[in-house]
């Protein structure tokens, strides 16, 4: 049986387990957290710094995200794959993975590290920057998302995976402006799809922990 380490309310194995059930793929889940110590020390040698998700199958191990999205594409389940078979169609969906996790999810963790430091200990710049990168962000994805229902080729896929906890998360801590109606429109669509709607509710006793919590709504 396949495992996956993660945690309920980690935006990287969120965008794992969106694949998963999207291609319905069973697997074990290991949850990294305090509780379980065992799996804590796993993590901290089968990925460079310890970070989640981790893929074991038998003596296989995948780290990266959207490396072990590729993994189930060719491995497990019959859905149509996360990335496209077509080298050159598979590029649009690299490109928006790389987008939403690199100019999203980047910049909102920074905020959340920032966050969850002593009062003393933060970085007066972090927020600014980050929200900086985040206006820059939200205005190109609302042209690139105008006149579009996924994020790219027309399909849903790994950028989608990418982007579902990428907006859920930083929707909440630094809203999008209304006036980017398409990226509104898109990250509700992302909300409504029963991969990600599954993700957010398995998250539900979490998600009181997510340390920007008070900027915003996540509806
Ligand atoms: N580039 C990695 C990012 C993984 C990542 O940032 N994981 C976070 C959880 S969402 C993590 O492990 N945080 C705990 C830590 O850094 O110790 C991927 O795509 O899998």
């Not at 042209?143 to 930083?170: H, K, Q, V």
């Amino acid at each position: 049986m396949l495992r996956v380490y993660g945690h309920p309310l980690a935006s990287f194995y969120w965008k794992v387990l969106i694949a998963l059930y999207e291609r319905a793929v069973p697997f074990e889940f290991l949850m990294v957290d305090g509780e379980h110590p065992e799996n804590a020390q796993a993590i901290a040698r089968l990925s460079p710094t310890g970070q989640f998700p981790v893929l074991v199958e038998a003596d296989r191990v995948v780290v990266e995200s959207a490396a072990i999205i590729e993994y189930l594409d060719l491995n497990h389940g019959t859905a149509a794959p996360m990335v496209p078979a077509d080298r050159n169609t598979a590029i649009e969906a690299r490109q928006m993975d790389g987008i939403f996790d690199d100019y999203v999810s980047a910049p909102l963790t920074r905020m959340v590290l920032n966050a969850i430091r002593p009062p003393d200990k933060r970085d007066p710049h972090a927020d600014g920057e980050a929200q900086a990168l985040l206006d820059k962000s939200y205005a190109w994805l609302d042209r690139w998302m105008t006149g579009r229902t996924w994020a790219a080729n027309d399909e849903f896929g790994i950028a989608d995976c990418s982007a579902g906890p990428a907006l859920y998360y930083a929707h909440w801590g630094y809203p999008i402006p209304e006036k980017h109606a398409a990226l509104r429109g898109y990250r509700a669509r992302l909300l409504a799809r029963p991969s990600i709607a599954r993700a957010i509710d398995e998250a539900g006793p979490w998600l009181q922990y997510f340390p920007l919590k008070d900027r915003g709504t996540p509806d």
